[in-house]
């Protein structure tokens, strides 16, 4: 399924890849697109493998905040 997360703090191109490895490396996650100018994330995922507390949880880890 796909799901656009609302995240905080992104601004620059380094962010943007921290986030999208961050959830690429997560069984389940088929694909990424960070959009910094909008600051979201939509994520294509296959929700019998990964949750998107999951999802929220990676992108925290990496010091961002999920609304
Ligand atoms: Mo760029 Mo993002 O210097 O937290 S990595 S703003």
């Known amino acids: 399924m796909m799901m656009t997360l ?6 620059c191109g380094h ?5 999208t490895n961050a959830l690429t490396e ?3 996650v088929k ?3 960070v959009h910094l ?3 979201t994330v939509d994520v294509d995922f296959d ?3 990964v949750s998107v ?6 992108i ?4 961002y905040d999920v609304k």
Do not use: F, I, P
């Open 6 to 11: 609302h995240v905080q703090g992104m601004t």
């Open 15 to 19: 962010c943007k890849a921290a986030v």
């Open 26 to 28: 997560l069984d389940g």
């Open 31 to 33: 694909h990424v697109e």
């Open 37 to 39: 100018e909008e600051g």
């Open 47 to 49: 929700e019998t493998k």
């Open 53 to 58: 507390e999951q999802l929220k949880k990676a």
């Open 60 to 63: 925290e880890e990496q010091g």
